[in-house]
């Protein structure tokens, strides 16, 4: 049977958490195919003293946006031993905005670059980052985002449930990922918890410092992707917001198209409706008012949104079904493995 090594890391927003990008990429995808019997892995981290004993164990070497000397270190040893290497991209590595906690790894570039030479193969999470990669990468391997959906939910059970008094949810690692309409997003949230009281806004991600001026929010630092999942399910939760900077932030607006929709394939698993700002990697998988809210940017739409999924239970109900039913069918865990799996063979 196969062996394979998950390599973790820190995350590259927050100083001495793991990276969410490993887990929802990689080791999810592995406990998949491992519970189906294809392969067996471990997952060890590039600083742990024992990785080196890992490289020596293993078939294949996974690494996420990994750019450490360390792990330069562990690939030039699979290389020589003849383990085979898979270098992940699921975010704009090369460049990072100013809002970004990224971009205090500016000066790793050489690593990446050097790592991904050693590479057999590179894989990247969507379309927008399959063409831009290939500046740096020939032929980069499309391995779709899914969710290992039954491994948190059964279907049909607690669909529909809402807490009382009303929770919404909220989660972001790094910094808001807003600019120019930042001051908007949070005067939006003001004005809708102000005049609805008894809503709790549960927030799960990095701290930021615009939270303080939201006194309704609940702050629950990140967590291990599994735990924060069950968290989603168990949470009861009304519906979820997830806002993003659009065109209107030029800087960031192709770092942000480059991301992907991991928030709305939680909340579809977990069925919890939600409210997405209208960036490209939402309006791409996301059918408004079928399977979530699409919304602009806008202090009005906002309001408008919030008020609208507030208001009316039977919209939140058919998100909640038809969100969840695109995402066993259509995004589902099966298919990132069934990729992930060519990348594994030789002839990939």
Known sequence: MRKVLALQRESHVAFGVPSLSVAA???????????????TYTAISENDDCAAAGIDWADVLILSKHSSPNALALVRRARARGVRVIYDIDDWIFSFPTYSGGAAHRDRLALIHEIISLSNVVTV?????????????????????????????????????EAT???IVFTNADFLKMQAAKDMLLTALQVFFLR????????????????????????????????????????????????????????????NACKNPFKYLNYGAAQVPGIYSCASIYTDSVAD?????????????????????AGDTALRERIRRTAFDDVMQNHHVSRSAEALGRAMSDAA
């Open 25 to 39: 990429r990689i080791t999810e995808v592995l406990g998949y195919m491992e519970a189906k019997g294809e392969l």
């Open 125 to 161: 999470a969507n379309a927008t980052l399959d063409r831009k990669v290939r500046a740096y990468v020939n032929d980069p391997l499309l391995v779709p985002n899914g969710m290992w959906v039954e491994h948190y939910v059964t279907p049909g059970v607690d669909a529909g449930r």
């Open 165 to 167: 008094p009303p929770r």
């Open 196 to 255: 609805h009281p008894d809503y709790v806004l549960d927030f799960y991600g990095d701290p930021f410092p615009e939270m303080f001026s939201l006194p309704f929010l609940h702050f629950t630092n990140r967590m291990p992707y599994s735990d924060y999942m069950r968290a989603l399910v168990s949470g009861s939760y009304q519906f979820a917001i997830t806002p993003l900077g659009g065109d209107e932030d030029a800087e960031a607006a192709e770092f």
């Open 289 to 309: 008012g079928t399977t979530g809210v699409l919304v602009d940017n806008d202090y009005h739409a906002w309001v408008d949104a919030l008020e609208m999924l």
